[in-house]
T-cell receptor, first 110, second 112 residues
Framework: NAGVTQTPKFQVLKTGQSMTLQCAQD?????MSWYRQDPGMGLRLIHY???????DQGEVPNGYNVSRSTTEDFPLRLLSAAPSQTSVYFC?????????FGQGTRLTVV | EDKVVQSPLSLVVHEGDTVTLNCSYE??????LLWYKQEKKAPTFLFML????IEKKSGRLSSILDKKELFSILNITATQTGDSAVYLC????????????FGKGTLLTVNP
C-alpha cells in the first residue's frame, strides 16, 4: 500500500546545482501537486497537474519546473538551486477530494 | 488572491481540556475546506467540508463550516497528549478542489 512516494528523503545541494525530486503515486489519482513548507509560512503550492500532459503554476513557481508524462509520476526540477530553496517539499495526489501527502523531502542548499 | 487565516497560531492546554481552532478564508469560487493534522512528517487528512452548517465528527474531533461568514472551526474535546500537532486548514477554490490554499497552521501542545 505505497500511496505517495517521494525520493530522496534528505538532500544537500550546493548553490547552482540542479536536481530532481521524485514523486510517484499508485492510486491512479488525476491530481498531483508540489508544496514547500517553511517555518511560519504554512504549505505553499509550487506547481500542480490535473492529468498527464497538463501542468500549471501555483503560488511560488519561480526556480522550479515540472512535467507530467504519466499519471503516476510528477517530478519537480530545480534548475539552479539557491539557498532560498532550502525547505521541506511535499508531493500530494488526489481525486477531487482530500489530498494525500508523501512523507516529504528535506532539501538544504548551501 | 486566495487567503486562509488560522488562529490562534499556537495554543498550550492540559490533557482533558477542550480546544477550538479557527479558520477564516477569502477565496474565489469556494469549493471545499479541509482540515489536516501534521505531526513530524506529512499532513494527514481529517475532514472535508463543503456544506454550511453540517458538522463532521470523528471521535473527539468535530468541525463545522459557515459559508456565509467564511469560517470554520475544529473542536477537540477531552484532549490527549497524542493530539499535540500542527493543525492545518486548507481551502479549495478557483473552481477546483485540487488547488488548495493553506493557512499557516495552529500548533497545539497538550501537556499531561
Amino acid at each position: 500500500n505505497a500511496g505517495v512516494t517521494q525520493t530522496p528523503k534528505f538532500q544537500v545541494l550546493k548553490t547552482g546545482q540542479s536536481m530532481t525530486l521524485q514523486c510517484a503515486q499508485d492510486m491512479n489519482h488525476e491530481y498531483m501537486s508540489w508544496y514547500r513548507q517553511d517555518p511560519g509560512m504554512g504549505l505553499r503550492l509550487i506547481h500542480y497537474s490535473v492529468g498527464a500532459g497538463i501542468t500549471d503554476q501555483g503560488e511560488v513557481p519561480n526556480g522550479y519546473n515540472v512535467s507530467r508524462s504519466t499519471t503516476e509520476d510528477f517530478p519537480l526540477r530545480l534548475l539552479s538551486a539557491a539557498p532560498s530553496q532550502t525547505s521541506v517539499y511535499f508531493c500530494a495526489s488526489g481525486r477531487g477530494n482530500e489530498a494525500f501527502f508523501g512523507q516529504g523531502t528535506r532539501l538544504t542548499v548551501v | 488572491e486566495d487567503k486562509v487565516v488560522q488562529s490562534p497560531l499556537s495554543l498550550v492546554v492540559h490533557e482533558g481540556d477542550t480546544v477550538t481552532l479557527n479558520c477564516s478564508y477569502e477565496v474565489t469560487n469556494f469549493r471545499s475546506l479541509l482540515w489536516y493534522k501534521q505531526e513530524k512528517k506529512a499532513p494527514t487528512f481529517l475532514f472535508m467540508l463543503t456544506s454550511s452548517g453540517i458538522e463532521k465528527k470523528s471521535g473527539r474531533l468535530s468541525s463545522i463550516l459557515d459559508k456565509k461568514e467564511l469560517f470554520s472551526i475544529l473542536n477537540i474535546t477531552a484532549t490527549q497528549t497524542g493530539d499535540s500537532a500542527v493543525y492545518l486548514c486548507a481551502v479549495g477554490g478557483g473552481g477546483s478542489n485540487y488547488k488548495l490554499t493553506f493557512g499557516k497552521g495552529t500548533l497545539l501542545t497538550v501537556n499531561p
